[in-house]
Nanobody, 125 residues
Framework: QVQLVESGGGLVQAGGSLRLSCTAS????????MGWFRQAPGKEREFVAA????????SYADSVKGRFTISKDSAKNTVYLQMSSLKPEDTAVYYC??????????????????WGQGAQVTVSS
């Protein structure tokens, strides 16, 4: 079992930046692929970014590529999502997730075993 807690959400103007954090407790952090997903009002949850167990590989949705960066600090059991050049369409609840199958870097939410409670990000125009 692993517990995930997100922090760092909030309100920001278009063009601004925010950094989300997700701190894990329970099983060793290094045994999971970590991902970020988001769900906008009236829309389905979608993949944002993922990082391998080693931190050596990352994957991004086309809509955030070049603007968002996922990283991890294994010593702190924390994964980050640095969001820059934010747009109103980035407004959503952002969820951190953990996938125990470390051999893959999945963009599919059904692959992930554990989820955080979500953090609201609102980008005003």
């Amino acid at each position: 079992q692993v517990q995930l807690v997100e922090s760092g959400g909030g309100l920001v103007q278009a063009g601004g930046s925010l950094r989300l954090s997700c701190t894990a407790s329970g099983r060793p952090f290094s045994r999971y692929v970590m991902g970020w997903f988001r769900q906008a009002p009236g829309k389905e949850r979608e993949f944002v970014a993922a990082i391998s167990w080693s931190g050596g590989s990352t994957s991004y949705a086309d809509s955030v590529k070049g603007r968002f960066t996922i990283s991890k600090d294994s010593a702190k059991n924390t994964v980050y999502l640095q969001m820059s050049s934010l747009k109103p369409e980035d407004t959503a609840v952002y969820y951190c997730a953990a996938d125990a199958q470390i051999a893959r870097l999945s963009m599919t939410q059904s692959s992930y075993d554990y989820w955080g409670q979500g953090a609201q990000v609102t980008v005003s125009s």
